[in-house]
């Protein structure tokens, strides 16, 4: 089957194509190129890469000629970056999903629509969020995933366009742009620059393998019913549980661990029950701890020009304007 893969050259994105091969598949990968996009992360791969935008019809009406379904990964994906701009998140997220929900109206393709488990805001102890659980966003990010995804079960139910959401807990593995906790804290350990926890650091969220959320979205493309959702949980740990656990692993100084000013909005935990993926048959194969993690950390030390690359140029501007401030204070 050829599959259109937007926001390929991203970091689940770049996984999941190499699944797709894997699994005798031919994708096709649209992606604007955007400051988490980036060629090297398919390098080896032999994948066609169409550079484009998906709220522009006409790319992606070019990029998915004769493709037979579509997975959108394409989105504007940092909290932080969010809540210092959200215009591109709109136009992504929001006019993005629209675009490629037309396509799969006018061709007839099957997409999968990935979203995450931001998009019902977060839980205090106890409970865990299911699929027909109401929305409630918290971040300028999830916000406009929220209204992305929410698009998805009205075009199936309205046009009857064959599309599927998946809803993925925090992802981790190789290639992940160091904006994120784990690549951020685990390239600063090994450069000896402080890991900046913000607040208390007692946050939870559930961490799932790239391979194991992969493995879920390939499954709904060929299972999942038209206008349903799936979770796709991971493992519960406390921010300063993988903090700590990233700095045995590093052999980093402890001191380094710098509470900073907290995020605003910050949610406090997501939880989420995954029973419905499960009952199609889907297992994660990685655990966090025993293999997962530790596998993680020696990707990103043995790839240090990966990471000296992505870490340079705007990134510096980023992290100026991100973390300057709350670490001087
Ligand atoms: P990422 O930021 O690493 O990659 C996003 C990719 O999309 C980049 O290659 C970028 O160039 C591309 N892109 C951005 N805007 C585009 C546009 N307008 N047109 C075409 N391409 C565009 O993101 P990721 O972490 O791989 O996330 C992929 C998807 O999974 C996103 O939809 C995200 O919301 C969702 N998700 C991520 C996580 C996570 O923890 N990373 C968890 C659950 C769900
Ligand atoms: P992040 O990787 O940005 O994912 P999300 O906000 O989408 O869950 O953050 C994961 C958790 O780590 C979240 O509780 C915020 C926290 N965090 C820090 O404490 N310091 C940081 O520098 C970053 C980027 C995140």
Redesign the pocket.
Known sequence: MRVLVTGGAGFIGSHFVRRLLASGHEPVVLDKLTYAGNPANLDGVEVKLVVGDIADPDAVASAGEGCESAVNFAAE????RSILGAREFAMTNVIGTQVMLEWARTTGARLVHVS?D?VYGDLEAGGRSREDDPLRPS?P?SATKAAGDLLVPAYARTYGVNASVTRGA?TYGARQFP????P??VTNALDGLP?????D?H?V?EWLHAEDHSAAIELVLHEGAPGEIYNVGGEDHE?LE?THRILELTGADPSLVTH?ED?AG??RR?AIDDAKLRALGWAPAHSFGERGLPDTVAWYSENRAWCDNVKSGDYRAYYEE??SARLKA
């Not at 994906?77 to 932080?80: F, G």
């Not at 904006?179 to 784990?182: A, F, W």
């Not at 890991?195 to 607040?199: D, S």
Request: glycine share 6%; hydrophobic share 30%.
């Open positions: 994906t940092h909290v932080d995450t931001e971040s990010y925090n904006e994120k906790l784990i951020l804290f890991l900046p926890v913000y607040g650091g946050q969220r921010n993988v900073v995020r910050h949610d997501y991100q973390y």
